[in-house]
């Protein structure tokens, strides 16, 4: 079974390595009320701008009623939590700042789907269909999350190969990498059917395919907790 390639992301040159290192200088209690001044002005506003136009573009959050008052207020919250970004906690400041922004815009799409809920008129047509089109931009949403989830964890299971593998390990290790990449023909959350294809794939038999799956679940964890956590780099 041959295995899809993945496309390269492209750059992001508007928010690079000196914008991170300057909003760290601005988080540095030893900077100077001008220095910050001159560091928001100067690097850090113009990144964080594009940063929520892109966001507010891929996610489609356009469909949003007064997008462009919204886009505002989120640009002047960021200004408000600048200062509490901890470099500390693992995350870069791209990292944080595009998850809590995109987290950000979720929000107010779910204040707005409770809002349209009250006020529909059912006894309408066109208010059924906007409820309707609201209901289509949130999966969209959804698909663009659950999207980058899966991008994610291919990327950290291609981190997990390592050449002082054991044969079984390389075995089972390749084997999962095969069954999700096919995710969309197989059903890979029916935990019977993912056994008799590891043991197809692998010649290996139950015992020693779960031994094998144990170390790979422990990483897994640590993944799924800095995914829940907000602490993947993106």
């Known amino acids: 079974m041959t ?24 988080c540095d209690p030893a900077t100077t009320y001008l220095e910050k001044c001159e560091l928001y002005e100067g690097l850090i506003q113009p990144a964080f701008s594009e940063m929520v136009d892109k966001i507010v573009f891929t996610y489609r959050f356009t469909t949003l009623p007064n997008i462009e008052e919204l886009r505002d207020d989120c640009k002047v919250w960021l200004t408000t939590i600048l200062a509490k970004y901890d470099p500390n906690k693992g995350s870069k400041a791209f990292s944080y700042f595009s998850v809590i922004t995109k987290n950000w815009f979720i929000a107010q799409v779910k204040k707005n789907s409770k809002r349209a809920k009250r006020e529909v008129d059912f006894n309408s047509a066109s208010a059924e269909l906007q409820k309707s089109r609201m209901i289509s931009e949130n999966t969209f949403i959804e698909d663009q999350i659950e999207k980058e989830f899966w991008e994610h964890l291919w990327a950290e299971i291609n981190s997990w190969e390592s050449i002082n593998m054991n044969e079984n390990e390389k075995k089972v290790y390749n084997a999962v990498k095969v069954l999700l990449n096919s995710k969309e023909e197989i059903d890979i959350f029916n935990k019977k059917a993912i056994y008799f294809y590891l043991r197809e794939i692998t010649d290996l038999n139950t015992k020693q395919i779960v031994s094998q799956l144990n170390k790979m679940r422990k990483k897994y964890k640590i993944f799924k907790h800095k995914w829940n956590n907000d602490k993947i780099d993106c």
């Open 3 to 26: 295995q899809r390639k993945r496309k390269k992301r492209t750059k992001r040159m508007y928010f690079t390595q000196i914008h991170e290192d300057a909003i760290l200088k601005y």
